[in-house]
Each structure stands twice: as C-alpha cells, then as structure tokens.
C-alpha cells in the first residue's frame, strides 16, 4: 500500500524557519506529481508546491523566493524547506502524490490520489 508520513511542523515565531519531509513508499511507479498542500481553519485548501513527473516545479505565488520543495530521490523522500515564515502560512500541510500531471493545475487537490496525514504549522 502507498503511505506518505510527513514530519517537521511545530510552532516558531514569524520569521523562522521549518523543513518539512515526507517518506514515500509503496509506490509501484515513479512517473509521479508530488506536491504539499495546506489548509488554514475555514479556508480551502491550496497549493503550496509540486514537482512533476518531468521535474517541472510549482510555487503559489504566497510562498514564491520563501519556500524550497525538493525530491531525494534514492530516499523517495520530498521536503519543503520554509523561510521567512509568516503567521498567514499557518495551516496544516499534507504531503500528496499522484500519477504524472499532463494538464489541469498542479495546486488543485484532485489531481493527487494519495494523502500524508498533515503536519501542522502555526507562526506567531
């Protein structure tokens, strides 16, 4: 079976900085979107980042130049390295993955077929 287990959340003053990682397994293919998500208490949830199967990269213009999304590959590992964290990137933040993205927008959450459980963010 897939899983996706995020870490790294916590709470840190505005201006900080967190590095969130998700270990992928049981994934059958590697010509995948992999991506994190957020949501904030009574918004929708949105797209933060995603790296597509042709390496292709995707920021939402909110964390554009502050936030880094990377892929180790051997580990299958994906990390969302964040600074100049801001109390508006306060939410839950859930790892995602799916088959490869050919059309639509990588920041809508029907395009990711599998789900991390959420780790959660707060900046004051």
């Known amino acids: 079976d897939v899983q996706l287990v995020e870490s790294g959340g916590g709470s840190v003053q505005a201006g900080g900085s967190l590095r969130l990682s998700c270990v992928a397994s049981?994934?059958?293919?590697?010509?995948?979107?992999m991506g994190w998500l957020r949501q904030a208490p009574g918004k929708e949830r949105e797209g933060v980042a995603a790296?597509?199967?042709?390496?292709?990269?995707n920021y939402s213009d909110a964390v554009k130049g502050r936030f880094t999304i990377s892929h180790d590959i051997v580990n299958d590992t994906l990390y969302l390295e964040m600074n100049n964290l801001e109390p508006g990137d306060t939410a839950m933040y859930y790892c995602?993955?799916?088959?490869?993205?050919?059309?639509?927008?990588?920041?809508?959450?029907?395009?990711?077929?599998?789900w991390g459980q959420g780790t959660q963010v707060t900046v004051s």
């Open positions: 995602a993955a799916g088959p490869r993205l050919y059309g639509g927008s990588w920041s809508f959450s029907k395009w990711y077929k599998y």
């Open positions: 790296i597509n199967g042709d390496d292709t990269i």
């Open positions: 049981g994934f059958t293919y590697s010509n995948r979107i």
